[in-house]
């Protein structure tokens, strides 16, 4: 079953007065003079217990669709449904059985993070007990409970974004929406929170998320969008993204000893060679068949190898490509 079907999904929204009406802006084809559509046109599905990434550049539409999608913007067109319901017909039970951090979300300043845990619990209707026995089991998971009683506002960044993540947490949502939820964090915190997400998932809970760190979207999604100028313009996989834009894999080889570098051209998986100064760069068409079939070769030769690189596309040079040649891949 899918977590989440979006269908032909629009956004619109009206720019400064004063301006005609429909004209067209040459640069953004997406804006007339005072209507943007923000989201324009997107369906897509997110199935179950997936982690679905939602990648674009500054102004791309992942926040107002993640806003349609969590009951807070009311879509111009299309449909959103979550589990099964209409998300804009069923807004309270969509409500309990999602978890939501916002891009903007705050804590309140003024509750220490026990308190904003105890006030959430409270307005989703859990009943005492058991507020405080989830309450207490995530902050001691997001490593917050030493800190429960000291007032958010001198939390740090890191911790206000781990007690967000509690809150949304505790109603056991099925589905968790997250807008960028390790910007603007250290290497350390943004780790903490990969891995809960990872945790999460792996205990059942689908997640959507956006973030501008490919780092995240690469080892954390099981497959991508990636929208721009409110339209989707990818989706796959993360390695089938990688694969789709990449030039050319490539290992580089250095050897001890001398080794007759012309027969390896002759093996199965192997493209291009060059030779270098102590070795060989290999242009390969799969760079994990080519390692065995070459360190395979090698050992037959009886020579030592004193280095082994790869050369792989990123899923940084993947996203560029895709944004610069607006989804059209050669
Ligand atoms: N309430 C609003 N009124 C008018 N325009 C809006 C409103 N909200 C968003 N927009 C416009 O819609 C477009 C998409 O914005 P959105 O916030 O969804 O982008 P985003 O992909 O989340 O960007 P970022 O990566 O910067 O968070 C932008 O051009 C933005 O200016
Ligand atoms: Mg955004």
């Not at 309990?96 to 951090?101: D, F, H, I, R, S």
């Not at 060679?273 to 390692?291: A, K, P, R, Y």
């Not at 280095?307 to 040079?317: A, D, G, R, V």
Request: net charge positive; charged share 30%; aromatic share 6%.
């Amino acid at each position: 079953m899918s977590a989440i079907i979006v269908n032909n999904l629009v956004k619109t929204f009206e720019l400064s007065k004063g301006r005609k009406r429909g004209k067209m802006s040459p640069n953004e084809p997406h804006k007339t003079m005072n209507i943007i559509r923000a989201v324009d046109d997107i369906s897509f599905e997110v199935r179950k217990g997936e982690i679905f990434g939602f990648l674009g550049p500054n102004g791309a539409g992942k926040t107002t669709t993640i806003r349609m999608m969590t009951g807070v913007l009311r879509p111009t067109k299309g449909k959103i449904k979550i589990l099964g319901l209409d998300a804009w017909k069923n807004q309270i039970v969509v409500k309990q059985v999602t978890g939501n951090v916002p891009e903007m979300a705050n804590v309140y300043f003024s509750f220490s993070g026990w308190e904003n845990l105890m006030f959430i619990g409270e307005i989703y209707g859990i009943s005492k007990k058991e507020r405080v026995i989830k309450a207490e089991s995530l902050l001691k998971k997001f490593d917050l409970y030493e800190k429960r009683t000291l007032k958010t506002k001198k939390y740090s960044k890191g911790m206000k974004q781990r007690l967000l993540l509690c809150m949304a947490l505790m109603t056991n949502p099925q589905i968790l929406f997250l807008d960028e939820p390790t910007a603007g964090l250290d290497v350390q915190s943004s780790k903490i929170i990969k891995d809960l997400i990872r945790e999460y998932n792996e205990r059942g809970v689908t997640v959507f998320l956006t973030t501008h760190d490919m780092d995240v979207a690469n080892e954390l999604c099981d497959r991508i969008a990636i929208i721009n100028h409110g339209k989707i313009i990818s989706l796959d996989t993360p390695e089938n993204l990688k694969k789709l834009t990449q030039d050319y894999q490539a290992i580089d080889l250095q050897f001890v000893d001398g080794m007759n570098k012309q027969e390896i051209k002759n093996l199965r998986n192997i493209r291009e060679v060059q030779e270098t100064q102590d070795g060989v760069h290999v242009i390969v068409e799969d760079i994990h068949e080519s390692i065995c079939e070459l360190v395979d070769y090698i050992k037959t030769q009886n020579v030592k190898i004193k280095q082994l690189s790869t050369h792989q596309p990123k899923l940084e040079e993947a996203f560029l490509k895709i944004i610069e040649k607006g989804g059209k891949t050669d």
